[in-house]
């Protein structure tokens, strides 16, 4: 039996990342999501353990301390976020492949356990594009957004450092491109 794949996608707060996440998810079989926890609150709707584990600071600290984590991080200088490293463990061995829908700081701390996952970086087609994006959400403040696109600059600064660049201009276009790449690492 195959060993699974780790393949990290990450890029700023509204490239689209998670739109892509769940529609390639529907079209490859055997490919799995890995459930980030953060110390942030739930925004309406999501669900403890469906769209992150919620935790307490003190929580987020035992999983420090224990090596329960492959990753985390401090993202907006606000809330902590980090990748529970049992599930991810287990799903590879047993030949399945998984996704890591994780921040770009993250990405070099999974770099150093696991050198072999492949990380991609979800480019916005412009910045112009990616603050139109985020004002369109309506899900944050003026001055959440502001932090987000902050962060945006920063993390367009390491895009090079990663194993594939996709620019999500065009949904369907990108989608069916992050499809063919995972596909051809099997």
Partial sequence: MRKGILFIISGPSGSGKGTLV??????????????SATTRTPRPGE???????????????????TDGLLEWALVHNRFRYGTPSGNVYAALNAGNDVLLEIDVQGKEQIKLKI????????????????????????????????????????????????????????????????????????
């Fill in 115 to 186: 050198p072999e996952a492949v990380s991609i970086f979800i480019d916005p087609p412009s910045f112009a594009e990616l603050e139109k994006r985020l004002l369109q959400r309506g899900s944050e403040s003026k001055q959440d957004i502001q932090r987000r696109l902050c962060t945006a600059r920063l993390e367009l600064e390491h895009k090079d450092e990663f194993d594939h660049i996709l620019v999500n201009d065009d949904l369907e276009v990108a989608t069916e491109a992050l499809c063919n790449l995972i596909m051809s690492y099997r």
């Fill in 22 to 35: 769940n529609r390639i998810l529907k079209r490859i079989s055997k490919l799995s999501l890995s459930i």
């Fill in 47 to 65: 669900v403890n353990g469906r769209e992150y584990f919620f935790i307490s600071d003190e929580e987020f600290d035992d999983l420090i301390a």
